[in-house]
Nanobody, 127 residues
Framework: QVQLVESGGGLVQAGGSLRLSCAAS????????MGWFRQAPGKEREFVAV????????DYADSVKGRFTIVRDSAKNTVYLQMNSLKPEDTAVYSC????????????????????WGQGTQVTVSS
């Protein structure tokens, strides 16, 4: 089992940047594929960015491609989401998720693929 704690959210002006962190407990971080998802008020949770166990494969929602970057640091048991050129439509609660996987180079985009979730961190982008 793994516990996930997000941090780094906040209020930022459009065009600004934030870096979200997701710290995972336990010593088996490298056995989990990871993902970032977001949920805006009145909307369903949606995929933002995902990364494979070995960090070598990533994927992004079309709406964030070229602006967001997901990376993982196995030494720190942490996955990051660097968000640049933020837009008001990026406003949401951002949550990280983990899924144990036997595959080192596979990522998962569907929320139903993930077993563990953090509590979320609020990101608000003002215009």
């Amino acid at each position: 089992q793994v516990q996930l704690v997000e941090s780094g959210g906040g209020l930022v002006q459009a065009g600004g940047s934030l870096r979200l962190s997701c710290a995972a407990s336990g010593r088996t971080f490298t056995t989990y594929a990871m993902g970032w998802f977001r949920q805006a008020p009145g909307k369903e949770r949606e995929f933002v960015a995902v990364i494979s166990r070995n960090g070598g494969n990533t994927d992004y929602a079309d709406s964030v491609k070229g602006r967001f970057t997901i990376v993982r640091d196995s030494a720190k048991n942490t996955v990051y989401l660097q968000m640049n050129s933020l837009k008001p439509e990026d406003t949401a609660v951002y949550s990280c998720a983990a899924r144990m996987s036997v595959y080192t180079d596979i990522y998962y985009q569907d929320t139903y693929d993930y077993d563990y979730w953090g509590q979320g961190t609020q990101v608000t982008v003002s215009s």
